[in-house]
């Protein structure tokens, strides 16, 4: 069984910094893709980094590139996302979410088990 929590959120002004953390509690976590997908006020759910089970490969979406760095430590079995140079448009309930199929590759649609949702908001 899958049981994410996320926690990190919070209120930050633009140009902060935020590091959210999923902690894992169930089996076989070094075996399972890892992303962190975000969903605005009013939008769809959206994609906005993963990284593979061994942490060798990540992949990121255009609007977080360059900002946001995704991470884990499968000791601790824990996901990270340390987020930069934060902007008002970030601003959105952070979700992180576990591929169990323990597949190579990472696609979207994978994704399978989520976690209940940090809150990050970015101040103007």
């Known amino acids: 069984q899958v049981h994410l929590v996320e926690s990190g959120g919070g209120l930050v002004q633009a140009g902060g910094s935020l590091r959210l953390s999923c902690a894992h509690s169930?089996?076989?976590?070094?075996?399972?893709?890892m992303a962190w997908f975000r969903q605005a006020p009013g939008k769809e759910r959206e994609f906005a980094a993963a990284i593979s089970s061994g942490g060798d490969r990540t992949v990121y979406a255009d609007s977080v590139k360059g900002r946001f760095t995704i991470s884990r430590d499968n000791a601790k079995n824990t996901v990270y996302l340390q987020m930069n140079s934060l902007k008002p448009e970030d601003t959105a309930v952070y979700y992180c979410a576990a591929d169990t199929s323990r597949s190579y590759y990472i696609t979207k649609p994978g994704f399978d088990s989520w976690g209940q949702g940090t809150q990050v908001t970015v101040s103007s």
């Open positions: 169930g089996r076989f976590f070094s075996q399972y893709n």
